[in-house]
């Protein structure tokens, strides 16, 4: 065993050779099958649904927020990884009692990178991260800029609610140079459009958690007259991992799309 010390400063003593991975995280999860043997992840959520060749029922431990503990006992996981804001705190230290979980807390693309490089140290493969941050770098070559336009990011309806500030989103609309008009912290509800200070040029409606439709963007586009209502693929935007070497493409459609609507 050794101790390695996770993003929330915890010391968590974890054997040398992980062979045996419960990943509680749909991101982190898609990250570890890009890196390791399919067969290292003997345990993830419902939700871990990329990479899609992976996705296996019976592997299934529960969601992101309500896991089966009973289930990742029978596992015997030689780690567990999770995150700060994805899992529940309580049901983490319940197993921290039993298991080496090391949680990650990651809110920033720099957030990303550091994740990516201790984790990596962690299962002994720090080249693995060491080449993909250098794929990253790259491809953020290719980021369009947009030029300080304003934007708001939904992922709910019923009520509308918003990636506001401190979310890995609001960070990645700001790395293109996107200013989100919505000031509140996390994801808040908004309730007739009060909390917005300014109307957003742009308003993306996400491709998950909520299946946004052509309907939506209708009614929006009466809600708001002078912004452009698109639908996005919300993976690179919210995905730390590999969805986010596909948002150069991503945001250049955006961003030519835009464009031809100005």
Known sequence: MRECIDMLGRGVRVPHRVSRIVSLVPSQTDLLYHWLPADTIVGQT???????????IDKSVGGTKKVHLDKIRQLQPDLIIANKEENDKEQIEALAQEFPVWVSDIKTL???????????DVLHIPQKAADFLQKLQNAKQSWPDFEGATCMYLIWKDPYMAAGKGTF????LGELNLKNVVQEPRYPSLDEWKALPETPDIIMLSSEPYPFKQEHIEALEEQFPSA????VDGEPFSWYGPPLLRLADTAKRLKAELDGAA
């Not at 989103?169 to 990645?172: A, E, P, R, S, Y």
């Open 228 to 231: 452009w209502v698109c639908l």
């Open 169 to 172: 989103i609001d960070n990645m």
């Open 46 to 56: 419902l939700f871990c649904v990329n990479p899609e060749r992976q996705w296996a």
């Open 110 to 120: 720099d957030d990303f990178a550091t994740f990516a490089t201790q984790i990596a």
